[in-house]
């Protein structure tokens, strides 16, 4: 989730339907893109302009940082998964693409069959409904119980500075149209053929990583557990937004030493152009790099 100080970019216009795609055994997974927020890196983390040096990398050449908006289309077996909706409809043409890049995937909103939200901020769950009805009809929705309860329960959280200025619904809105379909979780849970639910808290109380398997081969989609791969490498680095930071870093640190030097592909939705990378091990030092 990003800091009030997004702005939009036209360079993204051109990738919006690029698709990464990547097999894993027997399972294929693309990504949808949403739009994009052009961000100061210094507004999403707790750390200074030259801390970003060595970073480089994931920054433009204006010394902002990408931060992607969208969700991953999972084709396994006879199932169509999308893992988050992105931020929803939007009037400015370079954002609320998701729809056009299902459609660019050959695919249309009636053919998924289970929509899976990382987490509940809006910016994961805006295409979940359009306020009055259910985007994908015949989906059956599901998240973690824990984010249920604090983002559309009685003392939900307020998400209402970020959306005064970036625009959406909040998740108690947006989710009202899908209640009667929402299933939720209370611990891990394998919910389709070598596609498990694992909680990786800390950025939302009901944070959550999804595990894609088949045969030999795994890739992780990383939710909001991690929004830029310089988390895997500088684990003192706080998250702005991170609703429990203490616990948010101890559960990036543990995936970072799950993946580190494994080869195993991971992304994230805020990922620049949502590409998988792999996290390399060094001397005191870890590595990234993108597939």
């Given at each position: 989730?990003?800091?009030?100080?997004?702005?939009?970019?036209?360079?993204?216009?051109?990738?919006l339907?690029?698709?990464?795609?990547?097999?894993?055994?027997?399972?294929?997974?693309?990504?949808?893109?949403?739009?994009?927020?052009?961000?100061?890196?210094?507004?999403?983390?707790?750390?200074?302009?030259?801390?970003?040096?060595?970073?480089?990398?994931?920054?433009?050449?204006?010394?902002?940082?990408?931060?992607?908006?969208?969700?991953?289309?999972?084709?396994?077996?006879?199932?169509?998964?999308?893992?988050?909706?992105?931020?929803?409809?939007?009037?400015?043409?370079?954002?609320?693409?998701?729809?056009?890049?299902?459609?660019?995937?050959?695919?249309?909103?009636?053919?998924?069959?289970?929509?899976?939200?990382?987490?509940?901020?809006?910016?994961?769950?805006?295409?979940?409904?359009?306020?009055?009805?259910?985007?994908?009809?015949?989906?059956?929705?599901?998240?973690d119980e824990?984010?249920?309860?604090?983002?559309?329960?009685?003392?939900?959280?307020?998400?209402?500075?970020?959306?005064?200025?970036?625009?959406?619904?909040?998740?108690?809105?947006?989710?009202?149209?899908?209640?009667?379909?929402?299933?939720?979780?209370?611990s891990d849970?394998?919910?389709?053929?070598?596609?498990?639910?694992?909680?990786?808290?800390?950025?939302?109380?009901?944070?959550?990583?999804?595990?894609?398997?088949?045969?030999?081969?795994?890739?992780?989609?990383?939710?909001?557990?991690?929004?830029?791969?310089?988390?895997?490498l500088?684990?003192?680095?706080?998250?702005?937004?991170?609703?429990?930071?203490?616990?948010?870093?101890?559960?990036?640190?543990?995936?970072?030493?799950?993946?580190?030097?494994?080869?195993?592909?991971?992304?994230?939705?805020?990922?620049?152009?949502?590409?998988?990378g792999?996290?390399?091990?060094?001397?005191?030092?870890?590595?990234?790099?993108?597939?």
């Amino acid at each position: 989730m990003p800091s009030p100080q997004a702005t939009s970019t036209d360079s993204f216009a051109n990738v919006l339907f690029s698709g990464v795609s990547v097999k894993v055994g027997d399972i294929e997974i693309t990504a949808l893109h949403d739009g994009r927020w052009q961000l100061p890196p210094t507004a999403m983390y707790n750390n200074t302009d030259a801390d970003w040096l060595p970073h480089r990398q994931f920054l433009d050449e204006d010394g902002t940082l990408p931060c992607e908006l969208g969700g991953f289309l999972v084709r396994t077996g006879e199932r169509l998964v999308l893992v988050d909706t992105g931020a929803g409809p939007s009037e400015d043409p370079k954002f609320g693409r998701l729809l056009a890049s299902l459609a660019a995937a050959g695919f249309a909103p009636a053919d998924i069959t289970d929509v899976v939200l990382t987490h509940l901020h809006f910016d994961h769950v805006g295409w979940t409904s359009d306020g009055e009805r259910a985007v994908f009809a015949n989906a059956t929705y599901r998240c973690d119980e824990r984010d249920w309860g604090f983002f559309v329960g009685p003392d939900a959280y307020d998400e209402g500075p970020h959306l005064a200025l970036l625009g959406g619904l909040p998740a108690s809105e947006r989710l009202g149209p899908v209640q009667t379909r929402m299933e939720t979780w209370a611990s891990d849970v394998a919910i389709a053929p070598g596609v498990d639910l694992r909680a990786a808290p800390g950025h939302t109380p009901g944070s959550t990583v999804v595990v894609i398997s088949s045969g030999t081969e795994r890739a992780i989609l990383l939710g909001d557990a991690v929004h830029c791969p310089v988390e895997l490498l500088e684990e003192e680095w706080e998250f702005m937004a991170d609703v429990d930071p203490a616990l948010a870093r101890r559960t990036r640190e543990a995936l970072a030493r799950e993946i580190e030097g494994t080869g195993i592909p991971v992304a994230a939705a805020h990922f620049p152009e949502m590409r998988f990378g792999r996290l390399l091990p060094g001397s005191g030092q870890r590595s990234w790099v993108f597939d």
